[in-house]
């Protein structure tokens, strides 16, 4: 059997596609018909329905097709530029269902990009991620509800306008919670830490569930409702365009722009770290502290500032994320969240960030769009008289789905689906039998 | 010469069975210790904020002290099931120093599977007529075995690829497996009759023991202890002598200790390591299920999720024993079952009930977890151990 070294191209048919597909003029031919294409059918079809289900789901994909080519930069970012800007907005407002569904894309994206840092970079495997985002959540609701009188007698609620800052406001309280988590269990092994940050997580939401009493700061599981969304400084522009839309409209179409824009910031902020001192500090430790210290990365500076840095983003998140539900209990909060963060991160490809990126995509989709279609789908073939069981949900179980996802991933593609070349290098170090096939 | 040599056989053979006696029942007397100690500890602590308290309202000293016995005995309980759980963590880490993150839902399949037991002995009416030794002994014995077989073949699928990958990709994929675990086991409970909240049906045990009763003011509070609870106590006493006995007296016992010890060498001698480590994930399997059983006895139901969190005190009671030790288990479940009992009956008690005991419980034991891993992370009885290179 011929051995494959894992990185030479291969020469199947599907590669030679690809590779023609990518490049060159039929590159650049390929890109904007299916940008035009994908967009116009979905706003010529904008009710909800399974075909529009699966134009855009192409038409996100179409961002790591643009991504993957290889085509000039001008061109991709102009491409990204109309899919993301414009057309997708603009569908917003003929259905703001499938925005929402962008808008939350954005927001695991973010997540995950920030739980990517603990576990992808520093190898430090965070299971109590979601509690960074639950302060972030709560401390804009408290402060912009009626909540804060409780805490601080005579205290009034902020104003909408004070969002902006408490976006900053929540990544720094993120910070301290990370490096306030990070401190104690430093000294631990990988495992060890996995359930401390478990149990963190859990004591979180416990607290968000118990601080009713003696005082009530979190209105405990009703949950806190009413909460300030931020002032429409762009609506009369928008107005005066031509654009007549409703109070909700503007507010999804904010929300979308402030998510994309977060991301952006995140994946910029992510990739200068990856690449810089403090990010191959973070490589050196997670492939091995011991040769890490001997070769002076002060170890304790390094995780934390891993911890904190994943901890901000999930805290600023959190601010944007209660903002725009409006509503928050604790079980938004809860260890199945972070469980599918941490899915988006495995999947996508631990360490890389357009890998992590398309998981959280792929995640949030199979979550809120895919699963809910199978089910319609099983409900009808129920209805046709197929034998299926009569309490099965499909979005009901959203646990065998994670599960299956992570012990999949972990044995067949530990690298995730769009692996960092070092970790793939790192976990097919063993792979030297010639009777494996090679994975990649 | 021939007689001399005799007698020094004799000899031998004399100390070799005091020495294993001595190795398993020694464990015994150390768990005695522990509750013991951990009954005064905590109870002292009691009084002596009882004390402080009492200053203001004379009668949180009476009814602390009044309700002190009966704490106990949850206490003890509760210390008993986290102990049985925490044998299979303790095993497996002992073994291949990796978490199984699944076990807690091996405790839950147990749970539903010796429900299921109970559901169809009833179908069968066969429930009240049975005494109830047989009926905790076919439980048990099914419960056990279905759970052991559980932990082998969830090990084989989903553990044994990865045992040579970094460390995060095994703990990734037990986290998989016990999701995977809860919702199949769902599945199969809503589209049985047992449904998500399955009764778990038992003969009848009789009335609870009244042990004593202490007079406070019109009332009696009565201590008492149910014959459930008195069976859980007393299995799971059994089941860590018979496994004290297996793993430090016999040479299969001896066969997983050189695999905790040294993998490879292990495997130079002649021990079939895969084999040990099946065979150790069926003992930690059948011990979990065992606990599933008694623990469904006890409260009544069972549902799919319910292995999550004393999965999570489990393993925090084998971390504070001192992980990959078997008696460390056993006594780290005590002092936490002691510790969570003392804090869900007296918070509410000591703060005029503006904190609610049962949820603070939780975060007390995540908390105690957290302490032992700064201050202690080899734990009660652990060695110190250092990180090879």
Same mark, same amino acid.
């Given at each position: 059997?011929?051995?494959?070294?894992?990185?030479? !191209?291969?020469?199947?048919?599907?590669?030679?596609?690809?590779?023609?597909?990518?490049?060159?003029?039929?590159?650049?031919?390929?890109?904007?018909?299916?940008?035009?294409?994908?967009?116009?059918?979905? #706003?010529?079809?904008?009710?909800?329905?399974?075909?529009?289900?699966?134009?855009?789901?192409?038409?996100?994909?179409?961002?790591?097709?643009?991504?993957?080519?290889?085509?000039?930069?001008?061109?991709?970012?102009?491409?990204?530029?109309?899919?993301?800007?414009?057309?997708?907005?603009?569908?917003?407002?003929?259905?703001?269902?499938?925005?929402?569904?962008?808008?939350?894309?954005?927001?695991?994206?973010?997540?995950?990009?920030?739980?990517?840092?603990?576990?992808?970079?520093?190898?430090?495997?965070?299971?109590?991620?979601?509690?960074?985002?639950?302060?972030?959540?709560?401390?804009?609701?408290?402060?912009?509800?009626?909540?804060?009188?409780?805490?601080?007698?005579?205290?009034?609620?902020?104003?909408?306008?004070?969002?902006?800052?408490?976006?900053?406001?929540?990544?720094?309280?993120?910070?301290?919670?990370?490096?306030?988590?990070?401190?104690?269990?430093?000294?631990?092994?990988?495992?060890?830490?996995?359930?401390?940050?478990?149990?963190?997580?859990?004591?979180?939401?416990?607290?968000?569930?118990?601080?009713?009493?003696?005082?009530?700061?979190?209105?405990?599981?009703?949950?806190?409702?009413?909460?300030?969304?931020?002032?429409?400084?762009?609506?009369?522009?928008?107005?005066?365009?031509?654009?007549?839309?409703?109070?909700?409209?503007?507010?999804?179409?904010?929300?979308?722009?402030?998510?994309?824009?977060?991301?952006?910031?995140?994946?910029?902020?992510?990739?200068?770290?990856?690449?810089?001192?403090?990010?191959?500090?973070?490589?050196? #430790?997670?492939?091995?502290?011991?040769?890490?210290?001997?070769?002076?990365?002060?170890?304790?500076?390094?995780?934390?500032?891993?911890?904190?840095?994943?901890?901000?983003?999930?805290?600023?998140?959190?601010?944007?994320?209660?903002?725009?539900?409006?509503?928050?209990? &604790?079980?938004?909060?809860?260890?199945?969240?972070?469980?599918?963060?941490?899915?988006?991160?495995?999947?996508?490809?631990?360490?890389n960030i357009p890998g992590v990126i398309l998981g959280a995509v792929l995640v949030t989709?199979?979550?809120?769009?895919?699963?809910?279609?199978?089910?319609?789908?099983?409900?009808?073939?129920?209805?046709?008289?197929?034998?299926?069981?009569?309490?099965?949900?499909?979005?009901?179980?959203?646990?065998?789905? +994670?599960?299956?996802?992570?012990?999949?991933?972990?044995?067949?593609?530990?690298?995730?689906?769009?692996?960092?070349?070092?970790?793939?290098?790192?976990?097919?170090?063993?792979?030297?039998?010639?009777?494996?096939?090679?994975?990649? | 010469?021939?007689?001399?040599?005799?007698?020094?056989?004799?000899?031998?053979?004399?100390?070799?069975?005091?020495?294993?006696?001595?190795?398993?029942?020694?464990?015994? /007397?150390?768990?005695?210790? +522990?509750?013991?100690?951990?009954?005064?500890?905590?109870?002292?602590?009691?009084?002596?904020?009882?004390?402080?308290?009492?200053?203001?309202? &004379?009668?949180?000293?009476?009814?602390?002290?009044?309700?002190?016995?009966?704490?106990?005995?949850?206490?003890?309980?509760?210390?008993?099931?986290?102990?049985?759980?925490?044998?299979?963590?303790?095993?497996?880490?002992?073994?291949?120093?990796?978490?199984?993150?699944?076990?807690?839902?091996?405790?839950?399949?147990? /749970?539903?599977?010796?429900?299921?037991?109970?559901?169809?002995?009833?179908?069968?009416?066969?429930?009240?007529?049975?005494?109830?030794?047989?009926?905790?002994?076919?439980?048990?014995?099914?419960?056990?075995?279905?759970?052991?077989?559980?932990?082998?073949?969830?090990?084989?699928?989903?553990?044994?690829?990865?045992?040579?990958?970094?460390?995060?990709? !095994?703990?990734?994929?037990?986290?998989?497996?016990?999701?995977?675990?809860?919702?199949?086991?769902?599945?199969?409970?809503?589209?049985?009759?047992?449904?998500?909240?399955?009764? +778990?049906?038992?003969?009848?045990?009789?009335?609870?023991?009244?042990?004593?009763?202490?007079?406070? /003011?019109?009332?009696?509070? &009565?201590?008492?202890?149910?014959?459930?609870?008195?069976?859980?106590?007393?299995?799971?006493?059994?089941?860590?002598?018979?496994?004290?006995?297996?793993?430090?007296?016999?040479?299969?016992?001896?066969?997983?200790?050189?695999?905790?010890?040294?993998?490879?060498?292990?495997?130079?001698?002649? #021990?079939?390591?895969?084999?040990?480590?099946?065979?150790?994930?069926?003992?930690g399997g059948a011990l979990g299920g065992a606990a599933g059983v008694l623990f469904g006895?006890?409260?009544?139901?069972?549902?799919?999720?319910?292995?999550?969190?004393?999965?999570?005190?489990?393993?925090?009671?084998?971390?504070?024993?001192?992980?990959?030790? #078997?008696?460390?288990?056993?006594? /780290?479940?005590?002092?936490?079952?002691?510790?969570?009992?003392?804090?869900?009956?007296?918070?509410?008690?000591?703060?005029?009930?503006? +904190?609610?005991?049962?949820?603070?419980?939780?975060?007390?034991?995540?908390?105690?977890?957290?302490?032992?891993?700064?201050?202690? !992370?080899?734990?009660?009885?652990?060695?110190?151990?250092?990180?090879?290179?």
């Amino acid at each position: 059997m011929a051995k494959n070294p894992p990185h030479t !191209p291969e020469t199947g048919l599907w590669n030679q596609l690809n590779a023609w597909m990518t490049k060159g003029p039929a590159g650049y031919t390929f890109l904007s018909l299916y940008t035009l294409i994908t967009s116009a059918l979905l #706003i010529t079809n904008p009710r909800t329905s399974l075909f529009t289900d699966i134009v855009f789901v192409l038409f996100l994909l179409l961002i790591l097709a643009i991504y993957r080519s290889r085509v000039a930069l001008g061109f991709k970012i102009a491409l990204a530029v109309v899919a993301l800007g414009f057309v997708l907005p603009y569908f917003g407002t003929l259905n703001p269902y499938y925005i929402d569904v962008a808008t939350q894309a954005g927001i695991f994206a973010t997540l995950a990009m920030g739980l990517n840092v603990v576990v992808g970079f520093a190898g430090l495997l965070d299971l109590g991620y979601v509690a960074f985002y639950a302060v972030g959540a709560y401390l804009w609701s408290i402060f912009s509800t009626d909540q804060i009188g409780n805490m601080i007698s005579g205290a009034t609620p902020v104003g909408a306008g004070w969002f902006y800052l408490f976006i900053i406001i929540g990544l720094v309280v993120g910070g301290v919670f990370g490096v306030m988590l990070g401190l104690p269990v430093l000294r631990l092994r990988g495992d060890y830490l996995a359930i401390v940050t478990l149990g963190f997580g859990e004591v979180i939401r416990v607290l968000a569930v118990n601080l009713d009493k003696p005082v009530n700061i979190t209105n405990g599981a009703q949950g806190i409702k009413d909460i300030e969304r931020p002032p429409l400084f762009f609506a009369p522009a928008l107005k005066a365009l031509g654009f007549n839309l409703d109070n909700n409209q503007l507010y999804q179409i904010f929300f979308y722009f402030m998510v994309l824009v977060v991301v952006l910031i995140t994946m910029l902020v992510v990739s200068r770290l990856k690449n810089s001192r403090i990010g191959r500090a973070w490589t050196a #430790i997670r492939e091995d502290e011991t040769a890490a210290i001997a070769q002076g990365i002060p170890l304790v500076r390094m995780k934390l500032m891993a911890f904190a840095v994943g901890a901000s983003f999930a805290g600023a998140m959190g601010v944007i994320f209660a903002s725009k539900q409006l509503f928050i209990n &604790p079980p938004t909060f809860d260890l199945l969240r972070s469980i599918s963060i941490l899915s988006m991160v495995i999947l996508g490809g631990l360490g890389n960030i357009p890998g992590v990126i398309l998981g959280a995509v792929l995640v949030t989709l199979l979550n809120i769009q895919i699963l809910p279609r199978i089910a319609e789908v099983l409900r009808s073939a129920k209805d046709a008289g197929l034998p299926i069981p009569q309490s099965f949900d499909p979005t009901q179980y959203q646990r065998l789905l +994670f599960g299956l996802l992570m012990i999949l991933m972990m044995i067949f593609r530990p690298e995730g689906i769009l692996p960092e070349d070092r970790r793939r290098q790192e976990l097919h170090d063993h792979d030297d039998d010639p009777v494996e096939v090679s994975t990649s | 010469m021939v007689a001399e040599a005799n007698v020094s056989k004799q000899d031998l053979q004399r100390q070799r069975t005091l020495q294993t006696l001595r190795t398993v029942f020694m464990p015994l /007397g150390q768990l005695i210790l +522990f509750i013991i100690g951990s009954a005064v500890v905590l109870g002292l602590i009691v009084v002596v904020v009882a004390f402080f308290l009492s200053r203001s309202d &004379p009668k949180i000293m009476q009814t602390a002290i009044a309700i002190l016995p009966q704490v106990m005995i949850d206490g003890m309980v509760r210390g008993f099931l986290f102990a049985t759980i925490a044998l299979g963590y303790t095993m497996v880490y002992g073994v291949l120093e990796f978490i199984n993150f699944a076990h807690g839902e091996i405790f839950m399949v147990g /749970g539903f599977v010796g429900a299921g037991v109970a559901y169809l002995l009833m179908q069968w009416g066969l429930l009240s007529t049975l005494p109830w030794l047989v009926f905790v002994v076919i439980a048990l014995v099914v419960g056990m075995t279905v759970s052991g077989l559980l932990a082998m073949a969830t090990e084989r699928v989903a553990y044994r690829p990865l045992r040579n990958s970094p460390r995060l990709v !095994p703990l990734i994929s037990a986290i998989g497996m016990s999701l995977v675990l809860q919702d199949v086991v769902r599945l199969i409970a809503t589209s049985s009759p047992l449904g998500f909240n399955a009764r +778990f049906e038992t003969p009848n045990f009789g009335k609870p023991f009244q042990i004593a009763s202490i007079p406070l /003011g019109e009332r009696a509070i &009565p201590v008492q202890i149910s014959p459930k609870a008195v069976i859980f106590i007393v299995a799971a006493l059994l089941m860590l002598l018979a496994l004290n006995y297996l793993v430090n007296a016999t040479r299969l016992g001896k066969a997983i200790r050189a695999v905790a010890q040294d993998r490879a060498t292990a495997s130079l001698m002649g #021990i079939n390591v895969n084999q040990i480590i099946s065979l150790t994930f069926l003992i930690g399997g059948a011990l979990g299920g065992a606990a599933g059983v008694l623990f469904g006895m006890n409260i009544g139901t069972v549902n799919p999720y319910m292995g999550f969190i004393p999965g999570l005190k489990a393993f925090t009671a084998a971390v504070l024993g001192g992980i990959g030790n #078997i008696t460390g288990a056993m006594v /780290g479940g005590i002092v936490l079952g002691f510790l969570e009992a003392f804090v869900a009956s007296y918070l509410s008690l000591f703060t005029g009930g503006a +904190f609610s005991g049962a949820s603070y419980a939780d975060i007390a034991a995540f908390s105690i977890l957290i302490l032992i891993l700064i201050f202690r !992370p080899e734990g009660l009885l652990g060695e110190s151990t250092t990180q090879k290179v």
